[in-house]
T-cell receptor, first 111, second 111 residues
Framework: EPEVTQTPSHQVTQMGQEVILRCVPI?????FYWYRQILGQKVEFLVS????????KSEIFDDQFSVERPDGSNFTLKIRSTKLEDSAMYFC?????????FGPGTRLTVT | QQQVKQSPQSLIVQKGGIPIINCAYE??????FPWYQQFPGKGPALLIAIRPDVSEKKEGRFTISFNKSAKQFSLHIMDSQPGDSATYFC??????????FGAGTTVTVRA
């Protein structure tokens, strides 16, 4: 069964450093998303991406964040200058239309 | 702005019992209501979903009940098993494709 994959599973970085989180969505899906989940809290929407451009973004997704689909398979989230409060699980998801399937997540720890 | 309210925060049932999780929403533009199951350290897994033109949907031991006039929907887990112990999130989607999640309910099924 096709699934969303994410790398790395855990990323530790120092405050102020840039990180890139990578995702491979399900191959025939059209919509791509990033969500985050701070430990013990609910899942929060960050950004959606369709037809090679951002279709929607939340207030969390400020100028420090960017997304890219550099080729036909990968979907990346870049955080330019990480802050302590960026520590969270980051989930990539994809959908053909409505049903969004989530990856296993990348745990980002900012020290 | 909390668009989807979920209750209870946690519940404990005996094996074979029927945990019931409730969600309420305000945005009448929501047109798709999925439930996700999440185990510790894993990504949310799509469990079952419903559209607002249907009042009930069953998949295996999981049932969604939907009350459009009350703007409420609920998840019932029939004949619950210890393996169902997880955190369950309701969510809602409007035509912008982003999911708004509830706060989550931790379900514990005791053997």
């Amino acid at each position: 069964e096709p699934e969303v994959t994410q790398t790395p599973s855990h990323q530790v970085t120092q405050m102020g450093q840039e990180v890139i989180l990578r995702c491979v969505p399900i191959s025939n899906h059209l919509y791509f998303y990033w969500y985050r989940q701070i430990l013990g809290q609910k899942v929060e929407f960050l950004v959606s991406f369709y037809n090679n451009e951002i279709s929607e973004k939340s207030e969390i997704f400020d100028d420090q964040f960017s997304v890219e689909r550099p080729d036909g398979s990968n979907f990346t989230l870049k955080i330019r200058s990480t802050k302590l409060e960026d520590s969270a699980m980051y989930f990539c998801a994809s959908s053909y239309v409505h049903e969004q399937y989530f990856g296993p997540g990348t745990r980002l720890t900012v020290t | 702005q909390q668009q989807v309210k979920q209750s209870p925060q946690s519940l404990i049932v005996q094996k074979g019992g029927i945990p019931i999780i409730n969600c309420a929403y305000e945005n009448t533009a929501f047109d798709y209501f999925p439930w996700y199951q999440q185990f510790p350290g894993k990504g949310p897994a799509l469990l079952i979903a419903i559209r607002p033109d249907v009042s009930e949907k069953k998949e295996g031991r999981f049932t969604i009940s939907f009350n459009k006039s009350a703007k409420q929907f609920s998840l019932h887990i029939m004949d619950s098993q210890p393996g169902d112990s997880a955190t369950y999130f309701c969510a809602a989607k409007s035509d912008d494709y982003k999911l708004s999640f509830g706060a989550g309910t931790t379900v514990t099924v005791r053997a």
